[in-house]
């Protein structure tokens, strides 16, 4: 038997299966033990998170009066930790080349219907130029995983450019990067380069159907894949973002399994995950959903949401354009803190009238445009922000954490937040957006405790209505 150690750098030791399923029978017996549950909501009220058991025992818990407790709690904290702001990003699909054998991606390498497709320098700068003008500021880049078509010198090529163009006055400012697991070597390189957080899904923490869903490339080596998080802080990159793909397999594996990565990461580098994506498997070219018969209800995907909102106070979690606006209207109440919008995941995708699908890695069921988004965001009370200040002035990695935890990272990110939405209205709104945002800045800066920095802020409003840009605290 190989025994569990959350300080152990070898995949099945700190994601260890035995603990795994002893962690759903300890969370089946008690689902109905009410008092424990109660226990555990308790200590979850404390702010300081949950084991990945006691988190199991609320995620397996059918009480309906309960779980009404766990999505209170959970949006409590997330109006603790977060405020009402939502922060923005947009993903930039570089190439769809790729040797792995994934049987849920289209971009595997058997699939022959779907386009080939890998951007030139050129057409990443029309890509970002275009980005620029619907006014993101934060990126995530997606590749495929080739190293003869995509290595790490045309991933390294493609984010100095992202950074390189100030198109009118519109700057990408955070290029967060979602490609395989690699070396650490290669994380040092991503690091040097200026990049934000280094995004890698799991896919899923059972082993046996890892090796299933991946039975070729090199993305067939669970250890390499699962430990690629150790590699990348020993590179230097201090903000990792985790995730699974929701459908592969029970969802009760993989949630574990989530917390149990990032109690990992936390043993060993002293700092959990900086975030959590939320992806649920999608229709694409030559991939049915339904042949994963893990899917998950939409209740039981927000019920996920909430319990890692309480489980990780500290994460950040991030849903994508998968979902529809319905799921995404109510999952961002129990605890997201990220989306993305106005999406194409295509190779090329933004620079077209219309979106294209052939080379679409997924199907997208929110199809608004980022300004439709912002708009609707702020009817539901919510502040989007183009925020990239943290890792910029080098809050990164435990100092984001420490600053998150004492709570004064809300000094910085409130009035971030009511800049970057300013410079998105002056900029890229349509008239409509512009009069709800100009109204919902002008209640929130109400909302900044310190009259000195709500001064500096009334100021640096003004600059922005008078053409300056990039302000950040
Ligand atoms: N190639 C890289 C890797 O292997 O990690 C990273 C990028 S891939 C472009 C981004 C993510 O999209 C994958 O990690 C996977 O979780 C997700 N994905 C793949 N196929 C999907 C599908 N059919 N529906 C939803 N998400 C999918």
Not at 3 to 21: T, V
Not at 194 to 222: R, V
Not at 335 to 356: A, L
Request: hydrophobic share 35%; glycine share 6%.
């Amino acid at each position: 038997m190989i025994k569990y150690d959350p300080k152990s750098l070898k995949a099945e030791e700190f994601i260890n299966d035995e603990e795994i399923k002893e962690t759903l029978k300890y969370a089946d017996e008690n689902k109905d033990n009410l008092e424990l549950v109660d226990k555990i909501i308790e200590k979850a009220k404390e702010r300081k998170g949950l084991s990945h058991r006691e988190a199991s025992v609320l995620l397996a818990c059918e009480d309906k009066e309960k779980i009404e407790e766990i999505y209170d709690l959970a949006e409590q904290i997330k109006k603790d930790f977060y405020g009402n702001r939502i922060v923005m990003f947009a993903p930039l699909y570089l190439s769809n080349y790729c040797v792995n054998g994934c049987l849920y991606c289209p971009y595997h390498s058997k699939n022959k219907t779907i386009p080939r497709k890998k951007l030139t320098q050129e057409e990443v700068k029309n890509e970002v130029i275009a980005l620029q003008d619907m006014g993101h500021k934060r990126l995530a880049i997606e590749a495929g995983e080739d190293p003869i078509n995509n290595p790490i010198e045309y991933i390294l090529d493609c984010i100095k450019t992202i950074y390189s163009i100030k198109h009118k006055n519109g700057a990408i400012r955070r290029v967060n990067v979602n490609i395989a697991a690699t070396t650490v070597e290669n994380y040092r390189k991503l690091k040097e380069a200026g990049i934000g957080t280094y995004i890698l899904f799991q896919e899923t923490y059972h082993k046996e159907s890892y090796e299933y869903l991946h039975p070729t490339g090199p993305k067939h080596n669970y250890a390499y894949h699962t430990e690629a998080m150790d590699r990348a802080m020993e590179g230097g990159i201090d903000d990792v973002g985790i995730g699974v793909l929701f459908g592969l397999d029970k969802y009760r594996y993989e949630f574990a399994g989530l917390l149990m990565h990032a109690e990992h990461l936390e043993a060993v580098h002293g700092v959990g995950p900086h975030t959590i994506s939320l992806p649920r498997v999608k229709r694409a070219d030559d991939i049915d959903p339904t042949d994963f018969d893990n899917s998950l209800s939409d209740d039981m995907f927000c019920k996920i949401a909430a319990c890692i909102r309480i489980a990780v106070p500290y994460t950040g979690m991030i849903i994508s354009t998968r979902e529809t606006p319905e799921i995404r209207e109510k999952i961002i109440r129990l605890g997201v803190s990220q989306i993305s919008g106005g999406s194409r995941t295509s190779v090329g995708g933004y620079c077209e009238e219309e979106r294209p699908h052939d080379t679409e890695q997924f199907d997208v069921s929110d199809n608004r445009t980022l300004d439709e988004v912002v708009n609707w965001l702020m009817r539901a009370g919510y502040i989007p922000s183009f925020c990239t200040a943290c890792y910029r002035e080098g809050r990164t990695g435990d100092r984001f954490m420490s600053l998150c935890k004492s709570g004064q990272i809300q000094n910085c990110c409130h009035p971030n937040a009511l800049m970057t939405l300013k410079e998105f209205l002056m900029d890229y709104a349509s008239p409509e957006t512009k009069k709800i945002g100009e109204e919902l800045i002008e209640k929130e800066i109400d909302n900044i405790g310190k009259e000195s920095v709500k001064d500096i802020v009334r100021e640096r409003l003004t600059k922005i209505e008078q053409g300056e840009r990039d302000f950040r605290f």
